[in-house]
C-alpha cells in the first residue's frame, strides 16, 4: 500500500508534478514536497481551520484531504493569494485592527474571509461570525478578525467591488 503514485495539479497558477505516498495529505503536499508552509496543520481533524485552501475555488480542509484527490485539480494557498495581492486589503484589515494576535490561525482566517468576500455579497457581522465558525482562534481575537472582515467589506462596496445584498 506504500507504492508512490505520480500527480500533477495547479498550485498558486503553476502545474506541479510529484511521485508521491497515496496516503500523504494535501497539507503535507503543500508544506513537505512544496514549501508552502503558510498552509499551517492544527487539530489535523478538520476543525481549527488552519489548513484551509481553495481548492477550485472553494476553500477545504487540505488535512482531511489526501493530495492523490487533488490530482487535476486547482489549489491555492495563503502564498498564491497573496503574492496575486488578493488579499492584500484584508491583511491590512487584520493589521490595523490587531487580528493578528499569534499568528497561527490568520492564515485560514484570510483564506475562508477572502472566501466570503468574493460572493460579492456585503455580509453582516453575523454572516462573518457564521462564516468563520469552522475557524479556530486560540487567542479568541474573533471581535478584531470580525471588524477586519466588516471593514473590508464596507470598503469594497463603497469601491463599488461588491454588489448591494439583495432587499
Known amino acids: ?44 481533524m478538520g476543525v481549527c481551520g488552519a489548513c484551509l485552501v481553495l ?27 497573496t503574492e496575486r495581492k488578493a488579499i492584500a486589503d484584508i491583511q491590512e484589515a487584520f493589521h490595523n485592527n490587531n487580528a493578528l494576535q499569534c499568528g497561527f490561525c490568520t492564515t485560514g482566517m484570510l483564506v475562508t474571509a477572502h472566501e466570503m468576500l468574493s460572493r460579492g455579497d456585503i455580509l453582516s457581522r453575523e454572516e462573518i461570525r457564521d462564516g468563520l465558525s469552522g475557524n ?12 477586519s472582515i466588516e471593514t473590508v467589506a464596507q470598503a469594497r462596496a463603497v469601491a463599488g467591488a461588491a454588489p448591494s445584498k439583495p432587499e
Open 1 to 44: 500500500m506504500s507504492e508512490r503514485v505520480p500527480i500533477a495539479l495547479e498550485v498558486n497558477g503553476e502545474t506541479v508534478a510529484r511521485t508521491i505516498e497515496p496516503r500523504m495529505s494535501l497539507a503535507d503536499f503543500l508544506r513537505e514536497e512544496l514549501e508552502l508552509t503558510g498552509t499551517h496543520l492544527g487539530c489535523e
Open 55 to 81: 481548492l477550485n475555488g472553494k476553500a477545504v480542509h487540505a488535512c482531511l484531504m489526501f493530495a492523490v484527490q487533488a490530482h487535476g485539480e486547482r489549489v491555492e494557498t495563503v502564498e498564491g493569494l
Open 136 to 147: 479556530y482562534c486560540r487567542c479568541t481575537g474573533y471581535q478584531a478578525i470580525v471588524n
